[in-house]
């Protein structure tokens, strides 16, 4: 069993936990437990990887979506995702980070069957969720949970469920330019029409290449906006055409101006949650 790594803020209001190297390719795992009742607030949206957050501490989560205002124990959140705000009070949470391309292998459906909304975990695996959460909260350690979400993960794992390789290539090069690929030129080089490549891509990653490579460029532009870099100067880098270009592409995946954005990360939980995605995961898959 791998080591893990915990940190806890000087203030004592949150703990974060990690291990120490990544699970598998395409896959990363995190811990935080709301050590002081401070409080869980996050906005879930506009991430290139498909994200499960379990609550173990027996508080429930508040999660408002496309569909309303819901009491969920955790749930999955596809790429299709619109904004999705969550809520409780002294979490205690795994949340793992899986791309779309192992998601269409582990978890039983496409991603393209997640749709807008926070999928609850037990419409997605019934009792078996519910067991997943009684045996995270009787786990003493973060170890214990994490090797846990694993095994739980892996009994439904189907590796002969697997996109096309031609669908596995073009999501690949879409990572890999940060979204600034032009479509057309993706389908050629991977002997593919437009429209064969569109379907194949919506049903099997959850997203039509263009909508993955709008939101793979959105995810760069998200890292420079938190790390101070000026809106215009993100815009020129990440590729669009203008600043205006970059404000349409952030309200329509975070529902907000890039100027909120990043005040959006300044509570604890979010700014902390995401650092440590960088410093235990290191972006598996651009997890986002």
Same mark, same amino acid.
Not at 82 to 109: I, K, N, T, W
Not at 195 to 206: D, M, N, P, T, V
């Given at each position: 069993?791998? &080591? %893990?790594?915990?940190?806890?803020? !000087?203030?004592?209001? @949150?703990?974060?936990?990690? #291990?120490?190297?990544?699970?598998? #390719? ?14 869980? *607030? ?7 990887? %498909? ?30 995702? /619109?904004?999705?705000? %969550? ?14 391309? +192992? ?6 459906? !496409? ?5 807008? $909304?926070?999928? *609850?975990?037990?419409?997605? @695996? ?19 949970r994490f090797a ?9 794992d189907r590796p002969? +469920? ?7 290539? $073009?999501?690949? +090069?879409?990572? =890999? ?11 050629? =080089?991977?002997? @593919? =029409? ?14 039509? #290449? ?9 995810? !760069?532009?998200? *890292?420079?906006?938190?790390? $101070?870099?000026?809106?215009? /100067? %993100? ?15 952030? &309200? ?5 101006? #890039? ?17 440590? @995605?960088? +410093? ?7 997890? $986002?």
């Amino acid at each position: 069993m791998g &080591s %893990v790594d915990v940190e806890r803020r !000087s203030d004592g209001d @949150w703990e974060f936990a990690g #291990p120490a190297a990544v699970m598998t #390719p395409g896959t990363g795992i995190i811990g935080y437990r709301d050590a002081a009742g401070a409080g869980l *607030d996050l906005r879930v949206a506009g991430a290139a990887s %498909v994200t499960v957050l379990i609550e173990f501490g027996d508080r429930d989560l508040r999660v408002d979506d496309a569909f309303g205002s819901r009491t969920l124990g955790g749930f999955v959140a596809g790429l299709p995702i /619109e904004a999705v705000r %969550v809520r409780a009070a002294r979490a205690a949470c795994v949340e793992v980070r899986l791309s779309p391309v +192992r998601a269409y292998s582990l978890l039983g459906v !496409s991603p393209a069957e997640l749709g807008r $909304g926070a999928v *609850d975990l037990e419409d997605l @695996w019934g009792a078996r969720a519910r067991r997943l959460r009684a045996q995270l909260a009787s786990a003493p350690t973060w170890d214990d949970r994490f090797a846990i979400t694993r095994s739980f993960l892996a009994h439904g794992d189907r590796p002969t +469920r697997t996109p096309d390789p031609e669908v596995l290539a $073009g999501w690949s +090069r879409i990572l =890999s330019t940060g979204g600034q690929v032009r479509i057309g030129a993706l389908a050629a =080089s991977l002997g @593919w =029409s437009h429209k064969r490549l569109w379907a194949r891509f919506e049903s099997q990653i959850g997203l039509t #290449p263009k909508r993955a490579a709008m939101l793979v460029r959105f995810r !760069s532009a998200v *890292d420079e906006l938190l790390a $101070g870099t000026p809106a215009a /100067e %993100v815009a020129a880098a990440c590729g669009y055409t203008d600043q205006a270009h970059l404000c349409r592409d952030v &309200s329509a995946f975070a529902d907000q101006t #890039p100027g909120a954005l990043v005040p959006a990360y300044l509570p604890t939980i979010a700014r902390d949650r995401y650092r440590a @995605w960088g +410093r235990f995961v290191q972006r598996p898959a651009n997890a $986002g």
